[in-house]
């Protein structure tokens, strides 16, 4: 199976770019399942019910979240039967921490965990509870998202987990790395970087962005208007021979 997997989602105005482009990428590249990070969607943080929506309407299998998966509140009220892998290693009861999809005779499982290095987040410890959970995975393939800050934790999940799942690929960053490669047969890439508005600071307004910088004082971030976008995430192969390659595209 081919799978488009897309980094992180900023913004609204990124869905009415894959609205207008998505079809034509899947057709182009041979793309028979699309994944994405959606957490930075409404209004850069969370996950609006009405944005989950039109995501699901695009075709998009599978979405997974991050630090920022209950900014939204209202996520608490539809997440359950969504086709949402929130964070695993998360301590609720909402949401899923195994998302299981069907694709002809295969069944995907899609997990997502947090990363806890330089992030401040009361979350379990993503190796053990991933340890923890693999003998109750029950599927043809298993696919990972990593959301973390820092690259060495990233990666010493991939050399815990090489040969055990299909692929890791890490998020939150916003940062596309050029480390794509396929260890033990686990497809790997420390960061899928992001999907939003070229000329920002990691999608968001670079003066305000700037600003905080410059002063200390944590004013509102804002997504930035730049009408040129960057889609930029990864191509997995998946099956006997896994297989990962680039992918980055201006509109």
């Known amino acids: 199976m081919r799978i488009l997997y897309l980094g992180d989602i900023v913004g609204e105005a990124t869905i009415e770019v894959l609205k207008k482009h998505?079809?034509?990428i899947k057709k182009e590249y041979?793309?028979?399942l699309?994944?994405?990070n959606a957490e930075n969607v409404t209004k850069g943080k969370g996950l609006s019910f009405k944005h989950y929506k039109e995501l699901k309407s695009l075709g998009i299998s599978g979405m997974t979240m991050g630090n920022h998966t209950f900014s939204k509140s209202e996520i608490k009220e539809y997440i359950k039967d969504a086709t949402i892998a929130r964070p695993a290693?998360?301590?609720t009861d909402y949401g899923k921490d195994i998302l299981y999809i069907q694709y002809n005779t295969e069944t995907i499982a899609l997990l997502n965990f947090m990363g806890r290095v330089f992030t401040n987040s009361l979350v379990d410890c993503?190796?053990?509870t991933m340890n923890q959970m693999l003998p109750s995975i029950h599927a043809d393939k298993i696919i990972v998202d990593f959301h973390g800050e820092a690259t060495s934790e990233k990666k010493a999940f991939l050399y815990e987990f090489a040969g055990k799942v299909d692929a890791i690929v890490g998020s939150h960053t916003h940062v596309k790395?050029?480390?794509a490669e396929v260890i033990q047969n686990t497809c790997y890439i420390t960061d899928l970087g992001m999907c939003g508005p070229k000329t920002s600071i990691l999608g968001d307004d670079i003066s305000s962005v700037l600003n905080r910088f410059k002063t200390g004082i944590g004013e509102p971030l804002h997504v930035a208007?730049?009408?040129k976008f960057i889609l930029?995430?990864?191509i997995l192969d998946l099956g006997k021979e896994n297989k990962i390659e680039d992918f980055k595209i201006t509109i």
Do not use: H, R
């Open 22 to 24: 998505l079809e034509a």
């Open 126 to 128: 993503p190796f053990k």
């Open 177 to 179: 790395t050029d480390d």
């Open 34 to 36: 699309v994944f994405c």
């Open 225 to 227: 208007t730049d009408t």
């Open 30 to 32: 041979k793309i028979q």
């Open 232 to 234: 930029t995430g990864v």
């Open 89 to 91: 290693n998360l301590s």
